[in-house]
């Protein structure tokens, strides 16, 4: 059974961090690139972040590359997402993803297969 569960969301005011966690079960964590993505209210769901299945390569989007960061630990088939200076627009829940195409780095929606449940990130002003 595939299984991607994040945790670390929660309430933060402007300007604060959280640190956010996935991890995985029922698959070769290791064989897969890893990605962040997020959907706000009322808006459609927007990449965040990527790493390799090494963990070497990462990719971001524009608006969080200074902020963001992304990592992996494969013994613990688990990704993180550690997010500084947030802002009330990052207001969104948060979903990890599984990449099966192992196509390289990759922010299209397409290419990931395994999606977590989301954790809420809520960021007020």
């Known amino acids: 059974q595939v299984q991607l569960v994040e945790s670390g969301g929660g309430l933060v005011q402007a300007g604060g961090s959280l640190r956010l966690s996935c991890t995985a079960s029922g698959f070769l964590f290791t064989a897969y690139g890893m990605g962040w993505f997020r959907q706000a209210p009322g808006k459609e769901r927007e990449f965040v972040a990527a790493v390799s299945r090494s963990g070497i390569g990462k990719r971001y989007e524009q608006s969080v590359r200074d902020r963001f960061t992304i990592s992996r630990d494969n013994a613990a088939n688990t990704i993180f997402l550690e997010m500084n200076d947030l802002k009330p627009e990052e207001t969104a829940t948060y979903y990890c993803?599984?990449?099966?195409?192992?196509?390289?780095?990759?922010?299209?929606?397409?290419?990931?297969?395994?999606w977590g449940q989301g954790t809420q990130v809520t960021v007020s002003s």
């Open positions: 993803a599984a990449e099966s195409q192992n196509t390289g780095l990759t922010n299209q929606q397409s290419a990931y297969t395994y």
